[in-house]
């Protein structure tokens, strides 16, 4: 079966699973989708294994759930959990979930991770919004024959992070008291963290904050028309600025900045 019919066929289970049609999309990285659902009302929920052509996360902290429910009234599409690259995956399942997601019809996406601060001024847990990215992967997901169903050619990334959407977020981070620091994002291909000399290179090129994830899903995003607006949470500093990182740390101060950013969340959907 091609991509595209693997596709078309996830979405036909997700819309026969789901009453709602949603308007906006979410990507929820490591740790931040615990308590993001009881923000959520009128939930509906599938796992990925249920739904057909879907592949399956392999990482600790990646549920693997689409929800679907009202959140400030706005239908909304949940994806809880994400794949990554190093887990083995080929770029088009890495992919898939955005796929699917604009399939259904939606045309804004937001995207959460977990983030290891470069700038001096971030520290663990503060939100960062992410302004634009550097792709440190050593790749990019739209490599090989372009289906033009998806997208074209050569797509556009001079405003990969949407503008009025970045605006909205400033705003909504402002009247929650909410401190919205901003930064250009790395992506580095994991599983390993960086090496001390790997953040200062990526210091010197300007990026603020470094993680594995989330470029090549605005890279699809952006391929097929959809605004992006992406939000890290900062778990460490990044390696060399701290004694040492782990995952546990990721996870620990993930878990801690999650109904700060859920209801961030929460009021910039408001405005949508
Ligand atoms: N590097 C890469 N990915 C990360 C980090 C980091 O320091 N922290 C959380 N995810």
Not at 79 to 93: F, I, N, P, T, V
Not at 160 to 174: F, H, K, T, W
Request: aromatic letters at 6%; glycine letters at 10%; proline letters at 5%.
């Amino acid at each position: 079966m091609n991509e595209l019919s693997k596709i078309k066929e996830s979405v036909k289970r997700l819309k026969s699973n789901f009453s709602l049609s949603p308007e906006i999309g979410m990507v929820l990285g490591s740790g931040l989708s615990e308590t993001f659902s009881s923000l959520v009302d009128d939930v509906e929920e599938i796992s990925w294994s249920d739904v057909p052509s879907f592949p399956e996360p392999t990482v600790e902290g990646h549920e693997g759930k689409f929800i679907s429910g009202r959140l400030n009234e706005k239908p909304v599409l949940i994806q809880q959990g994400r794949l990554h690259w190093y887990e083995g995956l080929s770029w088009d399942e890495v992919i898939y979930p955005i796929r699917v997601q604009k399939e259904l019809g939606i045309e804004e996406i937001i995207m959460t991770n977990a983030a290891g601060g470069i700038n001096e001024s971030f520290s663990p847990g503060d939100l960062c919004l992410i302004t634009d990215h550097i792709n440190f992967s050593g790749d990019n997901p739209l490599r090989g024959p372009n289906n033009e169903a998806f997208g074209p050619r050569f797509p556009d990334l001079s405003h990969a992070y949407g503008g009025d959407l970045r605006e909205n977020a400033l705003i909504a981070a402002e009247e929650l008291g909410v401190e919205l620091k901003q930064g250009v994002y790395a992506m580095t291909s994991g599983p390993s963290y960086e090496t001390p000399a790997e953040i200062t290179a990526l210091r010197t090129l300007g990026a603020d904050l470094v993680g594995m994830s989330t470029v090549p899903e605005t890279i699809t995003a952006n391929h097929s028309g959809m605004d992006v607006l992406a939000i890290s949470c900062i778990t460490n500093k990044a390696a060399g600025m701290q004694d040492q990182l782990s995952h546990e740390e990721v996870i620990q101060v993930t878990k801690k900045s999650n109904q700060k950013l859920g209801d961030l969340i929460a009021r910039i959907v408001s405005k949508f």
